[in-house]
């Protein structure tokens, strides 16, 4: 069994006006996530090093062993938990109503887009932890770097929220569950 990093996917904490959220119960079951449960993310995810010539649908580009940009980086985690995305670029995901839908409030795994501007081209993808607390790859720090959404937020680069997607369905064989 290899080496795991935790993370409180507690429900309930408040989204960014301070209102507390519910989250659906078909989720947490899904994913065994629920009140006070871990979220158990691998060591070898933290491992990964910032590549950017690692994108989803890059030729020869399978998982994260060598490197990854913050889209491959969080497809791989989502697909750890037993989601299978497709290859989307940024756009793509924000367009997308097939794989997953819009949330304005956030539950642990959900995938956030952040810019400089309210503009999806491009956009930097994470994922949220819960608890107000996201994990993503960026080229500046080069490693995965977990930090609270609002502390994130602070970076020009990613001021702007641009929103969150929620996968639609997890496959068997899920890590978690």
Not at 90 to 98: H, I, R
Not at 116 to 142: E, N, R
Not at 148 to 159: D, F, G, I, M
Not at 163 to 175: D, W, Y
Request: net charge positive; glycine share 10%; hydrophobic share 35%.
């Amino acid at each position: 069994m290899g080496e795991y990093r935790s993370f409180l996917g507690r429900v309930g904490s408040p989204d960014r006006q301070g209102r507390p959220y519910t989250p659906q119960k078909s989720f947490n079951r899904r994913l065994g996530i629920a009140e006070n449960r871990m979220i158990d993310i691998p060591a070898r995810f933290f491992d990964v090093y910032y590549d950017g010539r690692c994108y989803p649908g890059a030729k020869g580009v399978v998982g994260i062993n060598n490197g990854a940009n913050c889209q491959q980086f969080a497809y791989e985690l989502m697909r750890h938990f037993g989601y299978n995305l497709p290859n989307f670029r940024s756009s793509d995901l924000w367009q997308d109503t097939v794989h997953t839908s819009f949330v304005t409030t956030f539950e642990p795994l959900d995938l956030l887009l952040l810019n400089d501007t309210p503009i999806a081209y491009g956009a930097h993808v994470a994922v949220y932890l819960g608890s107000g607390t996201v994990i993503h790859l960026s080229k500046k720090i080069g490693k995965p770097e977990v930090i609270s959404l609002s502390a994130l937020q602070t970076r020009p680069e990613y001021q702007t929220l641009i929103g969150g997607k929620r996968p639609i369905m997890a496959f068997l064989g899920a890590s978690e569950g």
